[in-house]
């Protein structure tokens, strides 16, 4: 909760481990690839590598934006800077 930046009442602990939990569980097929479509991934290093693999196995050709941060904490903690980084691929910068 800290990282969020302290409660909110919208957000609680357990809708936190809720969201983390559902990424590692929630079923998809392998090598996912739609034509024309790009899957970027903002990679937050210290949730660790088996994300990492989740990523390159369900996912063909996933471009995978590397942050040295925790899960979520770019969206969270640096909106700014996740708007960027979206701006910077839509406009082929990244």
Same mark, same amino acid.
């Given at each position: ?9 919208? *957000? ?21 690839? *739609? ?47 996740? *708007?960027?980084? *979206? ?8």
């Amino acid at each position: 909760m800290e990282m969020l930046g302290g409660a909110r009442p919208y *957000v609680t602990v357990q809708s936190c481990k809720n969201q983390f939990y559902s990424d590692l569980v929630t079923p998809l097929p392998d090598k996912i690839n *739609v034509p024309g479509t790009e899957i970027h991934i903002f990679y937050a290093l210290k949730m660790g590598e088996k994300y990492r693999e989740r990523y390159e196995r369900h996912f063909a050709n996933p471009v995978i934006h590397e942050q040295d941060l925790q899960h979520e904490e770019l969206l969270a903690c640096y909106p700014e800077r996740w *708007v960027q980084l *979206v701006k910077d691929i839509m406009e082929g910068k990244q």
